[in-house]
Each structure stands twice: as structure tokens, then as C-alpha cells.
Nanobody, 124 residues
Framework: QVQVAESGGGLVQAGGSLRLSCAASGRTFSRYAMGWFRQAPGKEREFVAGVNWSGDTTRYADFVKGRFTISRDNAKNTVYLQMNSLKPEDTAVYYC?????????????????WGQGTQVTVSS
């Protein structure tokens, strides 16, 4: 059974940084894309960033470009999201997802397995 688990959320002041981690198990991690999504209260879940199977192709939502960086370590079955210059509007539950395909896509339907989420709160 595939399991996905996020860690690293918390409370940070605007302009600060956080690093989220996501560990996956239960299938060959290095064969599939991984993605980060977020959901704020009253809003739909939205794509934040994704990385392909090898780590050499990444994709970002416009609202995080230049501030967030996604990376993966296939030896550790882990994907990371480095979040810098955080804004109050980045406050949300952040979810890690394991992709259906090797290449990265934005739609949530391109991801098979999801973690429980980790809360990120950015204070002004």
C-alpha cells in the first residue's frame, strides 16, 4: 500500500521560510512524478509545484514562482518544498501527492496518492 506523509509545516512570520518534506513508500518512488498542492479555508485545492520522476523537470504555479523550490531525493524516497518570502496568502494546508505518471502535470487527477496535509500559517 502506498503511503505519503508530509512534515515541516508550522507558523512563520511574513517574509520567513519553511521547508516541507514528504516521504513516500509502497511503490518505486523514482518512477513517478511528485507534487505539492494547497488548500485554504473556503477555497479549492490548487497546484503549487511538481517535479518529474528524475528531478530534472519542475513546474510551478505562477503565484509561487521565484519563491518556492521543489526538489526530490530518490535515494531517500523524499520530496521537498522550500518556501521562501512567505506571504499571509500562502496560509493553507499543504498536501503532498504521488503522481500517476513519470512526467509532471498540474491537475489533481494526475496524482494517485495523497498525504494527510500539513498546516502552514503565515502571520502578517
Amino acid at each position: 500500500q502506498v503511503q505519503v506523509a508530509e512534515s515541516g509545516g508550522g507558523l512563520v512570520q511574513a517574509g520567513g521560510s519553511l521547508r516541507l518534506s514528504c516521504a513516500a513508500s509502497g511503490r518505486t518512488f523514482s518512477r513517478y512524478a511528485m507534487g505539492w498542492f494547497r488548500q485554504a479555508p473556503g477555497k479549492e485545492r490548487e497546484f503549487v509545484a511538481g517535479v518529474n520522476w528524475s528531478g530534472d523537470t519542475t513546474r510551478y504555479a505562477d503565484f509561487v514562482k521565484g519563491r518556492f523550490t521543489i526538489s526530490r531525493d530518490n535515494a531517500k524516497n523524499t520530496v521537498y518544498l522550500q518556501m521562501n518570502s512567505l506571504k499571509p496568502e500562502d496560509t493553507a494546508v499543504y498536501y503532498c501527492a504521488a503522481g500517476t505518471y513519470a512526467q509532471v502535470f498540474a491537475p489533481p487527477t494526475s496524482y494517485d496518492y495523497w498525504g494527510q496535509g500539513t498546516q502552514v500559517t503565515v502571520s502578517s
